[in-house]
């Protein structure tokens, strides 16, 4: 996978309209399906969390911060957890109009928004981006899940 254009494609606004964007690449350590990803992964998305809260108070945005680390904990969690690939893409593109916040996994199968029983323990991550997020979407080959929100002086 290589962060860049192939990302771009699949945002939903142009790139070029950025006032701020960042990508990064995590790496993965090799692990068998269904083994528990080593804890130093999980470090990730704290990271991320915290560069993206700097980058909001930066462009004066701090109510966007607490949506925008909940979509981030669900999306680079769920990509740490279930993503198949040798490593994990994150982007952060804010425009005037939108902050898009986009994880690519290397995984083919897309996230899916399902209704857990009460007794489950997972399977409510899509269900809070979807209820948090202007707009998701998926990729079409499905391993990178993006999500919007809408810049508070644009509503």
């Known amino acids: 996978m290589t962060v860049g254009s192939e990302l771009t494609e699949y945002l939903p606004v142009p790139s070029e309209s950025a006032l701020d964007d960042l990508e990064l690449r995590i790496a993965r350590a090799p692990r068998a399906a269904g083994e528990a990803m080593p804890a130093y992964e999980g ?8 560069i993206t809260a700097a980058k909001l ?7 966007l911060i607490d949506p925008a680390q909940l979509l981030i904990s669900e999306l680079v969690t769920n990509a740490l957890r279930y993503g198949t690939g040798p490593e994990i893409a994150f982007r952060f593109l804010l425009t005037a109009d939108v902050l898009v916040i986009l994880v690519d996994d290397g995984s083919p199968h897309a996230p899916q928004v399902h209704q ?20 998701w979407g998926v990729s079409p080959h499905g391993s990178a899940t993006w999500c919007s929100l809408t810049i508070p002086w644009r509503t």
């Not at 470090?43 to 915290?50: E, I, Q, S, T």
């Not at 007794?119 to 707009?135: K, N, P, Q, W, Y």
């Open 57 to 63: 108070r930066h462009w004066q945005l701090t109510p």
């Open 43 to 50: 470090l990730w998305v704290g990271r991320l969390r915290r």
């Open 116 to 135: 857990p029983a009460p007794d489950e323990e997972s399977g409510r991550g899509m269900l809070l981006v979807s209820a948090i997020a202007t707009d």
